[in-house]
């Protein structure tokens, strides 16, 4: 079938809206009509090279919308079933999901590549050139063929663009602070960054219970959204915000770091990780280039004990949390329309990661056309 669907054909390029053809689901894999896509800044690193995947490649990753059509052997989803998209396969069987860690599912090997789990395309160019799509998703499409493992069922009653930041920023950052962070009740934690994901690990520490949450963010209007949504103080940098940090903790530090800045420099992780207290924990979910050595004290990290880890997907299973975050949203407990900074028409979607560098976007969402 003819498709719309934005392309990026190298680094250093502007996106390219294109008519594209796309195939049939074959075998576990289902049609959708994508109905909305929030505009990450993961698939912004595409254009900058700082995600290194073969290009071309067809956009998104955080998306909602209907299932058209489903392969052979598709058991999750039926036609005419919403669903919002994971960027992460959740398989079920391998030793990572059986220990309910299925953000390092291992089905996720080869991602970058951008191909069906079969190693081939169901995205074509013009010319007929097969191509990838981000994180075998292409949200950034209006319709999209993906493995049912990245294909989660939501109620019908949620609005598709609400729905889409849950497929990405909204479950990464809930699950950097509440899963990855470990926040308990009584907590001090620091947000590095309020974008679309760090606006939600605000969100996810104040709901697990944080007595004080430090969003840190060079923008203010961003930094008084996060005051709205949860943070008890916001600073423009973290060594403004270190004074309260250590009069909140008695000179201690902060129980948790979290650094979600669109693009992470090495600076940016040995600010946070010295921002902690003994024991504390640095959660790492942004990415760059991370070019150059982290000026992390090695005997810091072993005289107090420190934690540095990694965060993807929040370290959620989206299987299970996708859901239950939309019902928590549904109960008025989790806000995502104040994510929503500006909608956009595919046609415009240079212009939305303009305005997403240039901080006038906390989550810009694309709402696709038939």
């Known amino acids: 079938m003819k498709i719309n669907g934005a392309v990026i054909h190298a680094v250093g390029e502007k996106w390219s809206v294109e008519e594209l053809e796309l195939e049939e689901p074959r075998a576990n894999e289902v049609l959708v009509k994508v109905m909305a896509s929030g505009l990450c800044h993961s698939d912004d690193h595409l254009t900058t090279g700082d995600l290194d995947q073969p290009l071309p490649l067809v956009g998104g990753h955080e998306g909602a919308g209907v299932v058209v059509a489903v392969g052979e052997g598709v058991t999750r989803v039926e036609p005419g079933d919403h669903i919002a998209t994971a960027y992460i396969p959740g398989c079920g069987v391998c030793d990572w999901c059986a220990q309910g860690m299925q953000f390092i599912c291992d089905g996720g090997k080869d991602m970058f590549l951008g191909m069906m789990l079969d190693g081939t395309p169901r995205f074509h160019l013009a010319d007929g050139r ?120 008695n000179g201690q530090g902060a129980d948790v770091s979290i650094v979600t800045i669109g693009r992470v420099e090495p600076e940016h992780i040995g600010e946070a990780f010295r921002a902690i207290r003994k024991m504390g924990t640095c959660v790492v979910t942004g990415i760059g280039q991370n070019e150059g050595p982290l000026p992390i004290d090695p005997l810091e990290l072993t005289i107090y004990a420190k934690q540095l880890r990694g965060g993807l997907f929040g370290n959620a299973n989206p299987t299970r949390d996708i859901p239950r975050l939309l019902k928590y949203y549904q109960a008025g407990k989790l806000r995502l329309e104040e994510l929503v900074s500006r909608k956009y028409q595919l046609q415009d979607i240079n212009q939305a990661y303009d305005d997403l560098r240039e901080g006038r976007n906390v989550r810009g969402v694309v709402l696709h056309e038939h």
């Open 130 to 249: 097969g191509i990838g799509a981000m994180q075998r998703l292409g949200t950034f499409a209006n319709y999209l063929v993906a493995p049912e493992q990245e294909c989660i069922k939501i109620d019908k009653d949620i609005p598709f663009e609400h729905a889409c930041l849950v497929a990405c920023g909204v479950t990464t950052g809930w699950g950097s602070a509440v899963y990855a962070g470990g926040t308990r009740p009584g907590d001090v934690v620091v947000v590095m960054g309020t974008g679309g994901v760090g606006m939600n690990a605000i969100q996810g520490a104040a709901h697990a219970g944080a007595r004080i949450v430090v969003a840190v963010d060079p923008v203010a209007a961003k930094r008084e959204l996060a005051e709205e949504l949860g943070a008890t103080h916001s600073f423009g940098s973290i060594a403004d915000a270190m004074p309260v940090i250590h009069g909140e903790t």
